[in-house]
């Protein structure tokens, strides 16, 4: 899973740090969650090309997620793109389509679904489930999480003192099936270990520090949180439905997550005060780093 963050300010952008959207590229396919303004031309400093995107998840309707929506779509298209978009996103996205397709001569020539979500998982396949989870902003808000589906490991020496041949055979049962041998029928949980954890990533959008967000973040490998103001602004932070670095951090902790990445960086006192929010972080939860735009992180599963 391949996390690349195209934009990490918060509402307003500066010349090193664009509006929000990260890509992630994971089981054959490009995932976008959020498209601030400028996101189509993020993407070309990356290895991530727009084209190969299947769906993009919406956080909430602030401008500084979806004012690049638009242009993206439209672009799209204009490329030659056939294949279908999803765009899945809070109560509501479909007012957003309207406007969308509405504004100036718009040409979207392939097919795109908006998909309305609340609470709960949004699409499932054999491989990952990504789930949504509303959380505590000033407007209906969501966070987004995307958990690998890691299969038992299988037990071949105990598969062949059941009698079971090498080859097709062991395929069959790890995943899921019966098989007979001489008469006799093995069952999968006779050869398979217990389940395994994969990668999870969970990315907040804008909320306050929360129990929902604490309970939907459980065991990440990756949590991208916002981090909007530093702790001496916390009542700002509360104002606005925003996050600390140091709610951030303790989301991290006490959701058990592996690393921490906080992004949504407000830009009204430059980099000095993005590095007070890191340290400040990381008085609670050590494994933190601060996001970047174009920043690569490569989340690989324990064996």
Request: charged share 25%; hydrophobic share 35%.
């Amino acid at each position: 899973m391949e996390v690349t963050f195209l934009g990490t300010s918060s509402a307003v952008h500066s010349k090193d740090r664009n509006h929000p959207s990260i890509a992630v590229k994971a089981f054959g396919d490009v995932f976008l969650f959020d498209c601030g303004e400028g996101t189509q031309r993020q993407l070309l400093f990356t290895n991530v090309s727009p084209m190969k995107i299947s769906k993009i998840f919406i956080t909430h309707f602030h401008g500084d997620h979806i004012l690049g929506l638009p242009g993206l779509l439209q672009s799209m298209s204009l490329n030659g793109r056939e294949s279908k978009l999803t765009v899945y996103g809070p109560r509501g996205l479909n007012k957003l389509k309207d406007a969308i397709y509405s504004l100036g001569y718009c040409a979207i020539e392939y097919p795109v679904e908006f998909i309305e979500i609340d609470t709960g998982i949004v699409d499932e396949t054999d491989e990952y489930v990504i789930s949504a989870q509303s959380v505590r902003h000033n407007v209906p808000s969501l966070a987004y999480s995307i958990e690998e589906k890691k299969k038992p490991r299988f037990l071949r020496e105990k598969a062949i003192e059941l009698g079971v041949p090498v080859g097709p055979a062991f395929g069959k049962l790890h995943n899921g099936k019966n098989v007979e041998i001489d008469g006799k029928i093995i069952k999968p949980e006779q050869v398979l270990g217990p389940p395994r954890k994969g990668i999870k990533l969970t990315y907040s959008g804008d909320t306050r520090p929360c129990e929902e967000m604490i309970m939907f973040a459980k065991d990440s490998t990756l949590l991208i949180h916002e981090s909007t103001f530093i702790q001496k602004e916390a009542q700002n932070a509360e104002d606005y439905g925003h996050s600390t670095s140091q709610d951030a951090a303790f989301v991290a902790r006490e959701s058990n997550s592996e690393k921490l990445i906080i992004t949504h960086i407000s830009t009204r006192y430059g980099e000095e005060y993005a590095q007070i929010m890191l340290k400040e972080a990381r008085e609670i939860f050590e494994n933190t780093e601060l996001a970047r735009d174009y920043m690569e992180e490569n989340l690989r599963g324990k064996s």
